[in-house]
Nanobody, 124 residues
Framework: QVQLVESGGGLVQAGASLRLSCVAS????????MGWFRRTPGNEREFVAA????????YYADSVKGRFTISRDRPVNALYLQMASLRPENTAVYYC?????????????????WGQGTQVTVSS
């Protein structure tokens, strides 16, 4: 069974950068798309970014385009989210997930494995 562990969250000031990491243990996830989602208190989990199994295809939420970059390192079963120019509204718990599809997908229902999340807090 695949287990996902996120890291890299923290408290930063607006305008700063953070890099989130997610490492998958267990069976390889290299044949599946992966993604990042986030949730704030009282709200639904929302899509942030997704990447295909090969890394050749990626999607971003409009609110993070041009500031966030998703990437993966297939040999080590890792997923990353480089976040730049952070804003207070980016404050959330960020979750890494593995899809059931090879392509990149924005739909949470297409993901069947989730990490525990890492908190990102951006102060103004």
């Amino acid at each position: 069974q695949v287990q996902l562990v996120e890291s890299g969250g923290g408290l930063v000031q607006a305008g700063a950068s953070l890099r989130l990491s997610c490492v998958a243990s267990g069976p390889t996830v290299s044949n599946f798309g992966m993604g990042w989602f986030r949730r704030t208190p009282g709200n639904e989990r929302e899509f942030v970014a997704a990447v295909s199994s090969t890394g050749s295809q990626s999607y971003y939420a409009d609110s993070v385009k041009g500031r966030f970059t998703i990437s993966r390192d297939r040999p080590v079963n890792a997923l990353y989210l480089q976040m730049a120019s952070l804003r207070p509204e980016n404050t959330a718990v960020y979750y890494c997930a593995v899809s059931t599809l090879a392509g990149a997908t924005v739909t949470a229902q297409n993901y069947n494995t989730w990490g525990q999340g890492t908190q990102v807090t951006v102060s103004s």
